[in-house]
Structures are given as structure tokens and as C-alpha cells.
């Protein structure tokens, strides 16, 4: 399953996320979601098997750039974003 986050990593929509995320899902962070970038420490970087993908578009919006390369943190571009979508039976957004 692809999980699409666009909420801050604090929210109660990434808590319940987190919840539900399965060993074989990959997250992208989109919008206030990319906020993530600015906490390590946030649940989701520590879950094992998950793939965090933060959106470019909202990465720069954000002005996170700087930190999310910093960070070596993986980025997806539009195009790579449709790609996962592709990839994924299932789309879950959480708002």
C-alpha cells in the first residue's frame, strides 16, 4: 500500500498512519507531511521496512531543501510520485 501523508508529523492523521503502515508500504510525504524532514526523531524514520519518499515540489515550498539533502532523506519528483501511485494497488491519504 502507498501511503500519502499531508499532515505535520505531530498531527493525530500521521499517529494513526503509523498505525497502519505494513512491511511491504512506502509513505510519501506531501505538503505540511515533508515537516518531517525537521524531526529525526519522528516514528516514521525509525519504522524498519517502510520507504519515506518527501515530495520535491512541497520540499522546496517548505524551503526544506538544505536540510532534506542534509539529511540524505529521499525525495520524488512528480513524475516519481505518479510512478508510485503505479506501483501500489492501494492509495491511502491521510488528512
Do not use: C
Not at 50 to 74: F, N, P, S
Amino acid at each position: 500500500m502507498l501511503h500519502i501523508l499531508t499532515k505535520a508529523p505531530n498531527s493525530d492523521a500521521a499517529q494513526q498512519m503509523l498505525q497502519a503502515v505494513g512491511d511491504d508500504d512506502a509513505i510519501v510525504l506531501t505538503e505540511a507531511g515533508v515537516q518531517a524532514a525537521l524531526h529525526r526523531e519522528w516514528a516514521g524514520f525509525q519504522l524498519p521496512s517502510a520507504r519515506i519518499y518527501l515530495l520535491a515540489e512541497d520540499v522546496t515550498a517548505w524551503g526544506l531543501d538544505e536540510i532534506v539533502m542534509d539529511q540524505a532523506l529521499t525525495i520524488v519528483d512528480m513524475d516519481g510520485f505518479v510512478a508510485l501511485t503505479e506501483q501500489h494497488v492501494q492509495t491511502l491519504t491521510w488528512y
